[in-house]
């Protein structure tokens, strides 16, 4: 079997917009109520206190800011990957907001959380993404400077 660049890229492309668009279903309880087996959060509330552990150093009030900003982002990240859109810059945006996710986990919960949930992996498929020559299925053609 060889894998080309191309399937490689529409493969990563589609497996981080799934990641992203499954994260928002947790957290507006389309996977179930919490409790429930590979239920995260299950409610908006669930998840606006898990953001508020991530972000303990941000003033308590911020906490609901940052939860819905998260999740504006990722459905528009994760949209943005599915049709090819500016494929480079939605792949490099996604590597921050995964980064940054990793090291709010490292920071609050310890390095084993992230990697647990291979934040810092997904990380990297992203940048990685966003480096490529061609990054999938023909909707972005351009060519690395």
Sequence with gaps: MRITRSS???FTRIALAAAFLSAVADRLGQWGQYGMPGVAWGNFARFTAYTRKLTW???ESSAPVLAWAATVAEVVLALGLL?????????????????????????A????????????????AAFLLACAEQTGFGLDHMRRS
Excluded: Y
């Design 57 to 59: 150093m941000m003033p």
């Design 109 to 124: 919960l310890g390095i084993k959380a992230p990697l647990d949930s291979s934040v810092f992996s997904a990380s990297a």
């Design 8 to 10: 490689a890229a529409l």
């Design 83 to 107: 049709a090819g859109w500016h494929t480079r810059l939605m792949a490099a945006l996604s590597g921050v907001l995964l980064l940054i996710f990793a090291l709010a986990m490292t920071v």
